[in-house]
């Protein structure tokens, strides 16, 4: 019983770690996925498989090395000049995507709630101090809850939105759309993106995790649940171009039509989500810092939160469309070396 608590919790922080800003608003999956139509199905199948491999490849890679965090695996796989270099490069990324999740919150209560931009980002900014006082604990913690409140309204997507007698028809669309054959690239650059800022708390998770079995199990079934969760919300998203390309926060637009309660549950989630990532991601950074310097983790964690406000206000859609297809190409790399890299033995 124990075992398959600590499976679960392994596969909810895998999920929730990725389902942040883009993954959770519907952003990130309508610039990957759905603006390729019936192809982006295609995709999200490759990305799932994706997920599954080389996010548990990554997790065992750094129990077998004892990475305290991403800094010891990136200089394992890359040696310890390029090490440098790509731990630079992962700084750089985490900074910016903490600048999404925060950037994203601001979006939630403006746009959502009608409430101040930033009010939502020191709302954040807050609760993610408070959180990272118990470290690796709080984002378990945090993700145990958030992670199944998702899983249960993409249910409800999956039931409202989804007609199964429509399903044999959009995959005759295969046949009918020309291609975009950029959509062969992007289950790569989507699973690279995120695998690259996934290393921030699984590296150290899976250091902490005394059972390989969990961890195996743990990354199976977070990557089953990321591509379920991508698929439903393609779907629903699909459906609905190109109408929904204007909304910085389609998904909260779908959710819209149950009425008011499931909305504002929703958006409840959908803060959930990106906060999970937020937290994983300070929690990132902060452990490469502390692998080379002795740092108090409380004074640390401030300074990197408003490092993260700073970058944040040049907004939520502006820095998606920019950052995550770029820092998607840039993690390829870290792809490859997983993929080639053998896991070594105990």
Known sequence: MKQKILILQIAATYVGTVVGAGFASGQSILQFFTVYGAWGETAILISTFLFIWIGTKMM?????IKAFSFQELNHYL???TFGKVANILMFIL??????????????????????????????????????????????????????????????????????????PQFMKLHNEERP????????????????????????????EVSNDRALQWGGFWGGIGLGAMLLVSHYAMHAKMPDIQRFDIPMAEIIRDYGPFMHILFLLVIYGEIFTTLIGNVFG????????????????????LLASFLVSQIGFASLLTYLYPLFG??????????????????
Request: hydrophobic share 55%; net charge positive.
């Open 78 to 80: 890359f040696g310890k």
């Open 329 to 346: 190409y840039m993690g390829i790399i870290l792809l490859i070396f997983l993929a080639a890299k053998r896991v070594p033995a105990h």
């Open 285 to 304: 950074i902060a452990r490469q810092m502390q692998s080379r310097y002795e740092l108090p983790t409380s004074w640390l964690v401030l300074i990197i």
């Open 180 to 207: 975009d054959y950029k959509w062969l690239i992007t289950p790569f650059s989507y699973v690279a993106l995120n695998i690259a800022f996934v290393q921030a708390v699984m590296v150290p998770l899976a250091n």
């Open 60 to 64: 065992m890679l750094a129990r077998r």
């Open 94 to 167: 985490l900074l910016g995507v903490t600048s999404v999740m925060l950037s994203g919150t601001g979006s939630i209560f403006e746009e959502q709630l009608g409430l101040p931009y930033q009010l939502g980002i020191i709302t954040s900014i807050v609760l993610s101090y408070l959180v990272m006082t118990k470290q690796i604990k709080g984002i378990l913690a945090v993700n145990s809850l958030v992670v199944p409140m998702m899983l249960f309204f993409m249910a409800l997507i999956a039931a409202n939105a989804i007609d199964l007698d429509e399903l």
